[in-house]
């Protein structure tokens, strides 16, 4: 089988299915002892991995249907695709994460999100889902019901998603400037108002005392200047991770483009960020941003050995159950690692002890040790009633996602 994407374990399942039609999708699923789904392989932890069989939506008939404010799509699109027929049709997703290439179900089923105070996850965006279950029948969840909240943040333990209707809102033009050499102090000192500052605002750091601040301005907008913070506006375009060549970010320097052209960090045509690498990201109520980057800070001589680059966001609120950001605007902080899972694992767990007086909550398809996930989740027991109402078979179980359930 082949690897995930940051090259660092090998799927162990038996078999692979690629469904070219619902009908063959719900055969595999019937026949199938256990099961998982695999989006783009954007996963940097077991939870897509099965014994059994292993199913990709990449042959899966292409669905594109807008509606009032709405567009039905197929769920395994890559979001880059989605954007850009999107576009043609004057629309647009108000929030698009750091890179377009993950598949619009693997970013949904995770609670992956983009940055900005007031844009929420892109699971948030979700109206309705059409999910093929272990007895290979169909079921449709719509925004209101009384189990829908529990069906988009599932990491596919509930079966296969094959459409979703997602919110959308007229296109819009975004230009993106970076701010160099933020002092850490004025980040965290002025915090809510840095973060405010733009529609769209990632604050780039290795912990080593200052950090860079990529702030996307809708062209609508009033743009506000980051100058007074004592950072420096980019006189050329700068890759989020330190010594890498910028040839493979989306445009800065002010340049007004589409939003899906200025909203993701990097462009759908390259491979995003480094390649092989490893990742985690924890989110904290947003009232705590300041104290939660002062403990990670103090950090530093213990974080900075293994890392890549940081970057912290802000995400609005949400109703989903097992969303990391449910009923709380976050402050995110996630972190790019070097390929050493050890020496990662070992920092994670001192990174989890600092931030551990604001109950972190970690994102689900990327790497931490949390021993408690689910004392994070007022529904997490209600959540795991739903998997054995739309999963009696277990067929969709695996062991990460179990022992986070028996733990």
Same mark, same amino acid.
């Given at each position: 089988?082949?690897?995930?994407?940051?090259?660092?374990?090998?799927?162990?399942?038996?078999?692979?299915?690629?469904?070219?039609?619902?009908?063959?999708?719900?055969?595999?699923?019937?026949?199938?002892?256990?099961?998982?789904?695999?989006?783009?392989?954007?996963?940097?932890?077991?939870?897509?991995?099965?014994?059994?069989?292993?199913?990709?939506?990449?042959?899966?008939?292409?669905?594109?249907?807008?509606?009032?404010?709405?567009?039905?799509?197929?769920?395994? @699109?890559?979001?880059?695709?989605? $954007?850009?027929?999107? #576009?043609?049709? &004057?629309? /647009?997703? =108000?929030?698009?994460? *750091? !890179?377009?290439?993950? @598949?619009?179900?693997?970013?949904? $089923?995770?609670?992956? #999100?983009?940055? &900005?105070? /007031?844009? =929420?996850?892109?699971? *948030? !965006?979700?109206?309705?889902?059409?999910?093929?279950?272990?007895?290979?029948?169909?079921?449709?969840?719509?925004?209101?019901?009384?189990?829908?909240?529990?069906?988009?943040?599932?990491?596919?333990?509930?079966?296969?998603?094959?459409?979703?209707?997602?919110?959308?809102?007229?296109?819009?033009?975004?230009?993106?400037?970076?701010?160099?050499?933020?002092?850490?102090?004025?980040?965290?000192?002025?915090?809510?108002?840095?973060?405010?500052?733009?529609?769209?605002?990632?604050?780039?750091?290795?912990?080593?005392?200052?950090?860079?601040?990529?702030?996307?301005?809708?062209?609508?907008?009033?743009?506000?200047?980051?100058?007074?913070?004592?950072?420096?506006?980019?006189?050329?375009?700068?890759?989020?991770?330190?010594?890498?060549?910028?040839?493979?970010?989306?445009?800065?320097?002010?340049?007004?483009?589409?939003?899906?052209?200025?909203?993701?960090?990097?462009?759908?045509?390259?491979?995003?960020?480094?390649?092989?690498?490893?990742?985690?990201?924890?989110?904290?109520?947003?009232?705590?941003?300041?104290?939660?980057?002062?403990?990670?800070?103090?950090?530093?001589?213990?974080?900075?050995?293994?890392?890549?680059?940081?970057?912290?966001?802000?995400?609005?609120?949400?109703?989903?159950?097992?969303?990391?950001?449910?009923?709380?605007?976050?402050?995110?902080?996630?972190?790019?690692?070097?390929?050493?899972?050890?020496?990662?694992?070992?920092?994670?767990?001192?990174?989890?002890?600092?931030?551990?007086?604001?109950?972190?909550?970690?994102?689900?398809?990327?790497?931490?040790?949390?021993?408690?996930?689910?004392?994070?989740?007022?529904?997490?027991?209600?959540?795991?009633?739903?998997?054995?109402?739309?999963?009696?078979?277990?067929?969709?179980?695996?062991?990460?996602?179990?022992?986070?359930?028996?733990?």
């Amino acid at each position: 089988m082949s690897t995930n994407w940051a090259g660092n374990f090998t799927f162990s399942a038996a078999r692979a299915a690629h469904p070219a039609s619902v009908e063959e999708l719900q055969d595999v699923v019937r026949t199938a002892d256990s099961a998982r789904v695999v989006g783009a392989g954007h996963s940097f932890s077991t939870i897509a991995d099965t014994g059994g069989t292993l199913i990709s939506l990449d042959r899966m008939p292409e669905v594109f249907e807008v509606g009032d404010g709405s567009v039905r799509v197929s769920a395994g @699109t890559r979001l880059a695709r989605l $954007a850009e027929r999107l #576009h043609a049709a &004057g629309l /647009a997703l =108000p929030a698009m994460p *750091s !890179l377009p290439h993950i @598949t619009i179900i693997g970013a949904c $089923a995770t609670a992956t #999100h983009g940055s &900005g105070n /007031a844009i =929420p996850s892109l699971a *948030s !965006l979700v109206r309705s889902l059409d999910l093929v279950t272990a007895d290979g029948g169909v079921t449709t969840l719509t925004r209101g019901d009384e189990r829908f909240d529990g069906a988009v943040v599932a990491f596919g333990s509930l079966g296969v998603v094959v459409a979703v209707e997602l919110d959308v809102v007229p296109a819009f033009e975004v230009e993106q400037r970076v701010y160099q050499d933020m002092p850490f102090d004025a980040l965290v000192e002025d915090v809510d108002a840095v973060f405010a500052s733009a529609y769209s605002v990632s604050a780039f750091t290795t912990w080593q005392g200052v950090a860079h601040v990529f702030a996307k301005h809708r062209t609508t907008d009033t743009r506000h200047d980051l100058s007074w913070t004592g950072a420096t506006p980019a006189t050329e375009p700068v890759h989020p991770v330190p010594g890498q060549p910028a040839l493979h970010c989306t445009a800065q320097l002010g340049v007004p483009g589409p939003w899906h052209e200025r909203l993701p960090h990097f462009r759908a045509d390259f491979t995003p960020s480094v390649g092989r690498e490893l990742q985690s990201e924890y989110f904290v109520a947003r009232e705590h941003a300041a104290d939660a980057l002062r403990a990670l800070n103090d950090l530093s001589a213990e974080i900075t050995p293994v890392l890549l680059t940081s970057e912290v966001r802000t995400v609005a609120a949400d109703a989903q159950w097992l969303s990391p950001v449910h009923d709380r605007p976050s402050t995110a902080f996630h972190f790019t690692w070097q390929p050493d899972d050890a020496a990662v694992r070992a920092v994670l767990r001192k990174i989890e002890a600092a931030l551990s007086p604001w109950r972190p909550r970690a994102h689900w398809g990327k790497l931490f040790e949390l021993a408690d996930p689910g004392e994070r989740y007022p529904h997490w027991a209600r959540f795991a009633e739903l998997r054995d109402e739309l999963d009696p078979t277990r067929t969709f179980r695996n062991p990460l996602v179990d022992g986070w359930f028996t733990g």
